[in-house]
């Protein structure tokens, strides 16, 4: 006769509806209701993937936390950029006041030149931020702050367990790499269609990654 091992069973009593322990000579006491299957997309080992929108509530909550730190981190910049702004402000509506024909080219020269150092720095800083923070809440607890609080998480795509620092670093750069190019302007305004793309991408891939999830082999996943 062929052993049974221990373990949960459909109930003889309601095989559709619960499970109970055998213990391996007999059935025990111990139930539970058995869950319906998932009919959602999942990792290939059965974990159900996130939707887009819980995505989108964590992406939300961790802005908040980066837009805060990176507003701190750049206030001397924009301090700095609102006396220049001001002062050409002032010497343009004199120039207004005095009736005689304002240079707009010089003006929307020095507009520029009064922009770009606040560009470049918040550029470089935003994307250090997300990268800092990204990179160790992933490590640590497979999710950032915004992911804990809806519930989802990151996991490499064909096996559960630490996301190696190789996945991170990758997922990292595609997601956010973006804001280092802030160091040449007209690369980043041409390239600002990117995140967006790469944000809306689970939408229609049956897979649900992202562009930076393709890049890193990962998927975000629902733990509760």
């Known amino acids: 006769m062929t052993q049974i091992h221990p373990g949960w069973y459909p109930d003889p009593a309601a095989p559709q509806t619960h499970l109970r322990y055998w213990d391996g000579r007999a059935w025990t006491e111990h139930v539970h209701a058995q869950r319906p299957p998932y009919a959602g997309p999942t990792t290939p080992d059965g974990v159900p993937l996130s939707g887009w929108w819980r995505r989108v509530g964590a992406f939300l909550i961790d802005s908040v936390l980066i837009s805060i730190v990176a507003s701190i981190l750049t206030l001397p910049q924009q ?50 931020a997300w990268a800092l923070y990204s990179s160790l809440m992933l490590r640590w607890k497979g999710a950032t702050l915004g992911k804990l609080a809806v519930g989802i998480a990151v996991r490499l795509r064909d096996q559960p367990g630490q996301l190696p620092w190789s996945a991170i670093f990758a997922r990292v750069l595609v997601q956010f790499g973006v804001g280092l190019t802030a160091v040449v302007p007209m690369l980043y305004v041409a390239l600002s269609w990117f995140p967006l793309l790469d944000s809306l991408w689970p939408l229609w891939d049956k897979r649900r990654q992202a562009l930076h999830d393709k890049a890193a082999r990962t998927n975000v996943v629902r733990v509760r």
């Open 79 to 128: 301090l700095e950029m609102q006396r220049t702004m001001e002062d050409l402000m002032l010497r343009f509506e004199s120039e207004i006041d005095s009736e005689a024909m304002p240079d707009f080219g010089a003006f929307f020269g020095e507009y520029w030149a009064a922009m770009r150092p606040l560009l470049v720095w918040s550029g470089v800083v935003t994307f250090l």
